[in-house]
């Protein structure tokens, strides 16, 4: 280490090194002074020694000379020869629960500049207030978030959780490390206590809430669910918190009636198709698909029928269609899919009709391989007619796609879709009829 | 196709020393614990052990057994136990459950915990309020800086994004420090440095103090690296909220990179195994599309295959001598080439198909109109229908974060209806950590600000205001995009064989904003000019610059650029500034806390059982 005479006037004066100025040991220490080099060497005995080997090492009064770093250690040994290196050794190797003795050791920056080495060091010293509160402004100021939950775990211990809690509302980088730590370490009690005491009522809320994903019994959460159902959430959060309980209370009924039923194996749908797993503790929307593959036909008035678990969790229109639509198509129960659809009027007339939009109707009707009879009559339900044209192509439904072509009087389209019909097919003798036929009159 | 690099451009340093001095270091705190012994290694750590020793190397240094850290009683009947650990609270509890237990069955062992990169007070908090401080002895192995590629250097630390931007917990802060400081004792200061975002400026500030520390350790070395710069994920939540379409990206989002390799499945190998596939730039198929934009990809592959197929046809017609060279010299090579050319077409065809699955094209469409702010309804009505089909609740998640960035919080889906009770936990991570903003309730926010600076005195009082800021913090996306022309205009079709800027990462669409503004930056060599955007950024008082007089830098490490991402950075982001650094004649060297994608940053948003 090269060192500039100014650099090294400033090392030795600078207050940051007081560590060094061992109290009583004044006489001695002036002849270190005679020896840069050797205080260099100090330095980085002491700072940079790992203190987990200091530590192992229990001091017994043996020579420092058998500790493990001989070559800091000489140059440390040479400067002291007139004095009784004893006297020092100990000093450096002193567990750390005995450096409260010497209370002048270390200032805030020092200590935490030692911690944020990951030394160990010992905190007791710090006993006003007004020396925490030093500390920790010196850590927060250092930004090493380590350091500053060091320094909080010895506040939380040293101080009453209401001056802590007071001190730490002013100040809000620490704030946020105990509450990390807390929540880490699963002091959920002192958390909450935070909590109430800043007046965060939606946090307090939300920290109690959590609580339930560390509960495995569904009986048991639902009864916690049950108890965070008066707490101060926002008013949106409180409809979820009671649909959340609601929704796992019906679960628990629907999964004791249908493993029974499964069990039993007197119901045909669970004998065709088995459970793959378990409904409890499932989103709301898988629960509805749920209810809509097992349970489609119920009434409304029981807990497992679609249309209860609509009205009850107020699900939109379009959501509780789409999924009645996977459902249904999932088990080609094409009855249902055209029901769902359909709409009559005063006057009786039926009508058909999608809050989803037909497009969507067809692309969801495909991923669940519907034959192309049934998406050719969904296909021509599609208003737009470019997307129905697009459809229709996409999905060979050919019919679609050559009437289009014949409504719009375009030929020459109809002429391009010859060449994707299969040679021979009845398409292709479709779209030559209509070709050759007279009665057209083509815009191209 | 795979542009060249500019013959100017400089070369880069060699990062494979930072694996000989992590595995040296490693042997070292292994020896530490002499005789044989199980190791315990957290999972989280075994790719990245991987990347640099192998299994026989523990062995010669006398680990006997390998155990995964799981919550499971350990079998292991060996007298020394080391585990090699994150320094996690839930891996404290479970050594405690371990040693206590051998405790209590009267067993004496040796125990030692190597935590990695660093301990944690809280983790020896832990070890001491179970009891057994004393009986294990802690090491630290400061592995932070894993070479991925040749220009990308990985923390592999993930949590980091959610320690910091979800929590406030500043604990890794120490952690970035040391690795820049352990960078710049190996390839020299940095004389330029630059910075964006709160922590940017922490880590900076931590590290400067480090050099001081430690002063002389670099002085009058030459930089090799001349400029860095430190950028906070929160700067730019939007570029990686996007979906990813150059190549390396798309695999990324589609089968998950995971510490520089991925697992092709049956699917892609088209063989009944799976096969883990480290993808870098030994990979010479692979390097050549990384950075491509997906639509160029297949053709390329096919032009490779037909080569490939014309270089094997030789043969025919060769005579003996001719045949014994093809085969010793060439047919390795090749063969080498048709495995990765096979591997690479089987991801792009399983790509396509899972794409096609998921209407890629469509939800391509809604981010661009998102990110250029036009057809907001008809976006917001997408995504609610997204929401509605529960296609896939991390993408709904990630489309309403996008939705509500970009427009500012001002336009919101009626997602709470849609998406189920159980959610709820989520969505207030996203909101408190600000990727999901919503008409700001600015009275509430008010009403605490002035309670808090009530307390305090004036001075102190600024300082809350900013430690809300991030509470408060409106996006201002669409400014943003305005001032720094994020949206290319575009006459026409966007050429993505030949793109003209780092927009092509997306289409044509969108340039990303955390490159813009590190082009903006190096361009000026300095925030000049731009502090309309620092302040739009709400980065006023984390924008920094710090230029050192370094006569000594030469020129070609001026044009090396060491980019620091806080938080994570995405393959688009990578491939966006290497394009940038073709076209300047730079080099840029990426150094990520993990790399990240839109699914990584809302998985880290969702709560699970302690």
Not at chain 1, 306 to 322: A, C, G
Not at chain 1, 352 to 362: E, T
Not at chain 2, 583 to 610: D, P, Q
Request: glycine share 4%.
């Amino acid at each position: 280490m090269n060192r500039t005479k100014g650099d090294e006037e400033e090392y030795w004066n600078s207050s940051k090194f007081k560590a060094f100025t061992f109290d009583d040991e004044d006489d001695e220490l002036s002849q270190l002074k005679e020896s840069k080099r050797a205080v260099n060497s100090l330095r980085d005995f002491v700072d940079d020694d790992d203190d987990d080997d200091l530590e192992r090492v229990s001091w017994s009064g043996e020579p420092v000379g058998s500790r493990t770093r001989p070559g800091s250690f000489q140059s440390l040994s040479d400067a002291l020869s007139d004095t009784p290196a004893k006297s020092y050794a100990p000093e450096l190797g002193r567990p750390k629960g005995e450096y409260r003795d010497y209370s002048n050791d270390w200032s805030p920056s020092d200590t935490v500049r030692r911690l944020r080495k990951g030394k160990v060091c010992s905190l007791e010293r710090f006993r006003s207030l007004q020396d925490k509160l030093q500390l920790l402004e010196e850590a927060v100021s250092m930004h090493d978030g380590n350091v500053i939950t060091a320094v909080l775990i010895f506040l939380k211990r040293t101080l009453s959780k209401e001056i802590l809690f007071r001190e730490l509302e002013v100040r809000q980088v620490a704030l946020r490390h105990l509450i990390h730590f807390l929540k880490e370490i699963g002091d959920q009690k002192l958390l909450l206590d935070l909590f109430r005491f800043l007046d965060r009522t939606e946090e307090l809320a939300l920290s109690h809430y959590r609580e339930h994903l560390n509960i495995q019994d569904p009986d048991k959460r639902k009864e916690f669910l049950k108890t965070c159902i008066g707490l101060p959430f926002s008013s949106e959060d409180s409809a979820h918190i009671q649909d959340h309980y609601t929704l796992l209370e019906r679960q628990i009924i629907i999964e004791a009636n249908d493993r029974h039923l499964e069990s039993a194996g007197q119901t045909e749908i669970f004998r065709k198709h088995p459970r793959k797993a378990s409904i409890l503790n499932m989103p709301l929307v898988t629960t509805l698909f749920y209810s809509c593959f097992y349970h489609y036909t119920e009434a409304e008035g029981t807990f497992s029928s679609p249309i209860n678990l609509k009205k009850t969790f107020k699900i939109p229109d379009k959501q509780y269609v789409l999924t009645a639509l996977a459902a249904r198509a999932k088990l080609r129960a094409w009855n249902d899919v055209d029901a769902l659809f359909t709409t009559k009027n005063w006057l009786g007339y039926t009508k058909k009709r999608a809050p989803i939009g037909f497009h969507r109707v067809v692309e969801i009707l495909h991923k669940n391989n519907a034959p192309v009879q049934i998406l050719q009559e969904y296909v021509n339900l599609v208003e737009d007619v470019d997307t129905k044209l697009n459809l229709a192509t996409k999905f060979k439904c050919h019919d679609v796609v050559i009437d289009t072509c014949r409504d719009l009087k375009d030929r020459q389209q109809l002429l391009a879709y010859r060449s994707k019909v299969d040679k021979g097919s009845a398409e292709e003798e479709k779209i030559d009829a209509l070709l050759s036929s007279s009665q057209i009159r083509w815009k191209n | 196709m795979a542009f060249p690099h500019r013959p100017d451009a400089p070369e880069l340093p060699d990062f494979s020393m930072l694996k000989r001095l992590a595995r040296d270091q490693l042997i070292y705190l292994l020896e530490q614990l002499p005789g044989k012994k199980d190791l315990f290694i957290e999972a989280d750590l075994m790719s990245p052990l991987d990347r640099i020793a192998n299994v026989s190397i523990l062995k010669q240094h006398e680990v006997d057994k390998l155990y995964k850290v799981e919550n499971k009683p350990a079998l292991s009947s060996s007298e020394q136990l080391c585990f090699l650990v994150r320094p996690r609270i839930k891996n404290m509890r479970y050594i405690a459950s371990l040693v206590n237990a051998d405790k209590l069955a009267g067993r004496t062992r040796k125990y030692k915990v190597i935590f990695s990169p660093q301990k944690f007070y809280a983790c020896e908090m832990v070890l001491e309020e179970e009891g057994i401080y004393g009986d294990v002895s802690c090491d630290e192995w400061a592995f932070s800086l894993l070479p991925l590629d040749v220009d990308l250097l990985s923390m592999e630390l993930p949590e980091f994004f959610r320690d910091y931007f979800l929590e406030g917990d500043q604990r890794w802060i120490n952690t970035v420090a040391q690795a820049l400081h352990l960078l710049s004792t190996l390839y020299g200061p940095f004389p330029n440095c630059y910075g964006i975002g709160r922590c940017a400026k922490m880590a900076y500030e931590l590290w400067r103090n480090l050099e001081e520390e430690e002063d002389g350790e670099t002085k009058g070395r030459r930089p090799e690296i001349g400029h860095i710069f430190l950028l906070d994920r929160d700067v730019d939540f939007v570029t990686a909220l996007c979906s990813q379409v150059v190549y390396e990206g798309l695999v990324d989002d589609t089968f998950r990179i995971k510490c520089g390799s991925v697992d092709f499945g049956p699917e892609v190998t088209s063989s009944d195994k799976s096969l883990k596939v480290l993808l870098n730039a030994e990979d010479k198929v692979f390097n050549e599309i990384r950075n491509e934009h997906f639509s160029n990809v297949f053709g390329f592959l096919s032009q490779k295959a037909r080569n490939l197929q014309a270089q094997y046809d030789r043969r025919r017609g060769m005579d003996i001598k001719q045949m014994k060279n093809f085969v010793s010299q060439e047919l390795k090579g090749l063969k080498q080439e048709h495995r990765l050319l096979s591997l690479h077409i089987g991801a792009c065809e399983s790509i396509m198909k899972k794409k096609t699955k998921q209407d890629f094209q469509e939800l391509i469409k809604t981010e661009h109109a998102l990110l250029e702010g036009f057809n907001i309804r008809e976006s917001t009505s997408y995504i609610e229908e997204h929401i509605d089909r529960q296609v896939s609740p991390i993408e709904s998640l990630r489309l309403m974060c996008l939705l509500s960035i970009t427009e500012n919080g001002d336009a919101r889906c009626s997602s709470d209806t849609h998406y189920g009770p159980e959610h709820l936990l989520t969505f207030s991570n996203l909101r408190r950590a600000g990727l999901l903003t919503e008409q700001a309730p600015g009275d509430t926010l008010t009403a605490v600000e002035s309670k808090v600076s009530k307390l305090v005195t004036d001075k102190a009082a600024g300082k809350i205001t900013d430690a809300f800021s991030s509470l408060a913090k409106r996006s201002n996306f669409r400014a943003i995009s305005k001032k720094l022309n994020l949206i290319p205009r575009v006459d026409g079709e966007y050429d993505l064989k030949v793109p003209r800027d780092m927009a092509y990462v997306f289409s044509g669409a969108y340039v990303p904003l955390s490159c813009r503004i590190i082009e903006q930056v190096l361009e000026r060599r300095s925030w000049q000019g731009l502090d309309e955007v620092v302040r739009l950024l709400n980065c006023s008082d984390f924008a920094f610059t710090d230029m050192t007089k370094e006569d000594k830098a030469s020129s070609e490490s001026l044009r090396l650029i060491l980019v620091v991402f806080l938080g994570g950075c995405t393959f688009s982001e990578i491939s966006a500034l290497r394009f940038l650094g073709r076209e300047k004649g730079y080099r840029f060297i990426f150094l990520t806390t993990a790399v990240t994608n839109s699914a990584r940053l809302m998985e880290a948003m969702s709560e699970v059982k302690a």
